[in-house]
């Protein structure tokens, strides 16, 4: 039985956000949670890593060498992650997960429900949902392993209510125990003793992109961010992760996002150059070069932030729609969205 293991550069033992740009490399044996994963009797043969940041700058080069050297190794599975709540590793490890799959080789990841990643998947992999933290390492290894060895093996996996795993989007008919008014009164019972379970198979809307405009130099534009920018000292207390608001600040008469006044607050990367320079985060700078060369027609009065850790999807959703819905009133024909 041939396993591989693919890490971002924080657990192959590389370093955090310093050693994010590192390009992919292949290691022998286990690391990291792989010691754990072989503690579950998985044996690992080879680890793969790449840096979190260096997958989404690259993400053509870093899989083509990923994928080549999954070529060469010909693993009977491969395990990626868990990525537990980090949607940068999460995204990666989806990513793979899914080319690998495509490619005849059974996958298993783990990371939480709403992690980007269980959209980039596409339910080509078999995906363990895990806390948002390493806290949940200790939960998530074994059932990852038992499904790593089984498919390895080539033996049958059950359901994902029978096998703890996400629901991948394949469905299979079977004949169900009750008819289906007896499975609601069921499902209403349960929800009323705290334990919610639904037969509906979530999806992801598809947003069609809206027509260019027709002229930058008479719009008004807002500048939005999930990077979690806000005055110093963040005095309306935006969460760091999980976020359950969105602000907003004025700039009307503000030239730049000076350091001394700007910082950001997000959990989820290595802020140190941005709040060096909050213009990496917010960029008013440019923007306002832009509004006084004539080239947009001029900046609304407000920008928007909130930061996009860990935030559900269904709450990301809502904060589109409450802001869409002040920049209609405030007449804005565009924004300009940055992220981490």
Known sequence: MTVVHYLNQFFAGFGGEEAAGNAPVRLDGPHGPGRGLEAEGLAIQMTLSC??????????????????????????????????????????????????????I?????????????????????????GASVAGMRLALPVVASLARRLAAREPVGSAEEE????????RNIRAP???AARAIEAVLK?????????????ADRV??????????????????EAGCVPQGNPDGLPTRHANTWLRYPIEGVGTMTADRYVSVHAGFDTTHANADPNRLVPLDAARALERSGRIGRLHEEFFTTSGVDTPVATAA?????????FREAGVQAVILTGT
């Open 318 to 326: 809502r904060f589109g729609q409450e802001m869409a819905e002040e």
């Open 164 to 171: 703890g795993y996400l629901p991948h989007a394949l469905r």
């Open 191 to 203: 929800k009323l003793a705290g334990v919610v379970e639904t037969e509906i198979v979530p999806g």
């Open 178 to 180: 009750a008819d289906g």
């Open 208 to 225: 069609a992109p809206p027509p260019p405009l027709a002229d930058l130099r008479s719009s008004t534009v807002a500048l939005v961010t």
């Open 51 to 104: 840096g979190d940041d260096r997958f989404a700058e690259d993400e053509a080069a870093a899989l083509r060498q990923l994928l080549g050297w999954l070529e060469e190794l010909h693993p009977d599975v491969l395990v990626c992650g868990p990525a537990f709540g980090s949607g940068r590793y999460g995204y990666a490890c989806g990513v793979l997960a899914r080319e690998a799959a495509r490619r005849g």
């Open 106 to 130: 059974p996958v298993v990841t783990a990371m939480t429900a709403d992690n980007p990643g269980v959209l980039a998947a596409e339910g080509a992999a078999y995906v363990v949902p895990t």
